[in-house]
């Protein structure tokens, strides 16, 4: 994926430099997005195609798109810590973008592992927006989230199973979008995750 207003840049992180790519629509910024990729010791990256769907949303919407490779991933230093560091660094990373762009409302987002992080992150900085999508609750301790967080699952996860997070939401009383038919991964089901993104999440 290639959008407009693209950048490309290393921010300082406590275990090194952090990889970090973003789409800018310029002067009708209404937000800022950050968008946390899956588990980094399982092929997870910033390029991750449901991250991407996630960027593409935001930027349609006006926002500031924010992806970062965890450590160890891509340019990015340091190694993998359990999502102890990796919420210290979008820690940081939200610090760093908030001072360039502003102060703009704040949204969070995340895929599998990297919403695991961005509940972390979000219990510290409160965004305006919270997503959500195929939570890895089975594998990590994933945090109440506040309760307008928008979460959305595959019918057909066989990495998290939808029970899984069924049970976990239910004491919360939080809604899960479920998308029929769809694994973890959302192979073949990009398009209707976008379209539950465009109807439940405008930025």
Same mark, same amino acid.
């Given at each position: 994926m290639k959008l407009?207003?693209?950048?490309?840049?290393l921010l300082p992180g406590r275990a090194?430099?952090?990889e970090v790519v973003l789409n800018d629509p310029?002067?009708?910024r209404r937000a800022l997005a950050l968008i946390a990729h899956p588990h980094p010791l399982h092929g997870g990256t910033l390029d991750n195609k449901v991250v991407q769907t996630l960027a593409k949303h935001f930027f349609g919407q006006g926002c500031v798109a924010v992806r970062m490779n965890f450590r160890g991933v891509g340019?990015?230093?340091g190694v993998f810590d359990q999502g102890v560091g990796e919420t210290q660094d979008?820690? $940081?990373?939200?610090?760093?973008m908030s001072e360039r762009f502003g102060g703009l409302p704040l949204a969070l987002a995340g895929f599998s592992f990297g919403a695991f992080v961005q509940a972390r992150?979000?219990?510290?900085?409160q965004p305006s927006r919270l997503i959500l999508v195929a939570p890895a609750v089975r594998h990590f301790p994933i945090p109440r989230v506040p309760e307008y967080t928008l979460v959305v699952h595959g019918e057909e996860d066989d990495v998290v199973p939808l029970q899984d997070v069924l049970e976990w939401a239910r004491p919360q009383s939080l809604p899960v979008v479920v998308v029929p038919g769809a694994g973890h991964f959302f192979h073949g089901? $990009?398009?209707?995750?976008?379209r539950v993104l465009q109807r439940s999440c405008p930025c």
């Open positions: 407009a207003g693209e950048q490309r840049l090194g430099s952090l310029g002067a009708t340019a990015s230093e979008w820690l $940081l990373a939200a610090h760093s992150v979000a219990e510290q900085l089901k $990009l398009t209707d995750l976008a």
